[in-house]
């Protein structure tokens, strides 16, 4: 057992919620700005998707990660290095890469407003909660404050917490800063402490935090867990279970509460 942290900070995607069938919806509709839509035949293109979708850091990076798919980069060349795929696809538009970069966060941004204008309840309901909805506000009650950390724009974070009626302090959307180092770090300032709880299923994210430590030791006190159940790979997994400052975190762990994560 060990005292509760003072900021629980979640990820969103991977550790509250499981929104796989909105990702994979959302990013063929993006994909279809760029290429046609008739490539995206298929049906085990949604399996792929969804057992390489570990590797995306930001949402933008997901239309590429079909275009991926539909042009047959290899599983392990995608499992070992998206960051080279990932920049290669975007070479091979013709205008600068933040350009585009930009115009894909806006077309997934775009096609999700779109969706929930036109279907709120079906774009809600592509949306999952891990455990009991009930269990999860106990788990988050376990804080004094608690905080969703996410790259996706905080709004649809916010709208998918209020259909499943739990709140938190609140939410550090895209719009507060991609890198969740910063994050955290506005978090310590705004709330006075370094005393911080974090849960993500990102392995790369919080090696981050660890890396940063060496310049800022404030994040030292970060308490790091990686979610055992999120988008993670066999890989990240085992990496974590060595670690010597990231645990990673059973779902059966996440259910009993803060003060039972070792
Ligand atoms: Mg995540």
């Not at 969103?12 to 700005?33: T, W």
């Not at 180092?181 to 709330?191: A, W």
């Not at 006190?221 to 060595?242: E, K």
Request: with cysteine.
């Amino acid at each position: 057992m060990s005292a509760a942290p003072e900021i629980l900070a979640l990820d969103f995607d991977g550790v509250l919620c499981d929104g796989m069938r909105e990702y994979y919806e959302s990013s063929c509709r993006a994909y279809g700005h760029f290429w046609s839509p008739s490539t995206l035949r298929g049906r085990a293109l949604q399996q792929q998707f969804r057992d390489v979708r570990p590797v995306v850091m930001s949402g933008w990076e997901m239309p590429l990660l079909l275009r991926a798919l539909v042009t047959r980069v290899r599983r392990g060349a995608l499992l070992r290095t998206w960051p080279t795929v990932r920049d290669e696809l975007l070479n091979t538009f013709d205008v600068p890469r933040p350009d585009v970069v930009a115009r894909l966060r806006d077309a997934l941004d775009g096609v999700r407003r779109d969706w929930i204008w036109a279907r709120a309840d079906e774009w809600l309901a592509a949306h999952r909660p891990y455990v009991a909805l009930e269990t999860l506000a106990r788990v988050l009650a376990g804080s004094s404050r608690t905080f969703v950390v996410t790259t996706k724009e905080g709004e649809f974070a916010r709208r998918i917490l209020a259909r499943w009626n739990i709140s938190v302090t609140g939410v550090a959307g895209k719009e507060a800063g991609e890198h969740k180092c910063e994050n955290l770090r506005e978090l310590m300032t705004t709330c006075g402490t370094t005393d911080v709880g974090f849960v993500e299923d990102r392995l790369e994210t919080l090696q981050c935090v660890v890396n940063c430590s060496e310049r800022d030791p404030r994040l030292a006190d970060v308490r790091l867990f990686l979610a055992a159940w999120g988008y993670t790979t066999g890989a990240a997994r085992a990496a974590a279970r060595r670690h010597p400052r990231i645990r990673l975190l059973t779902l059966a762990a996440f259910r009993r509460g803060v003060t039972a994560w070792e």
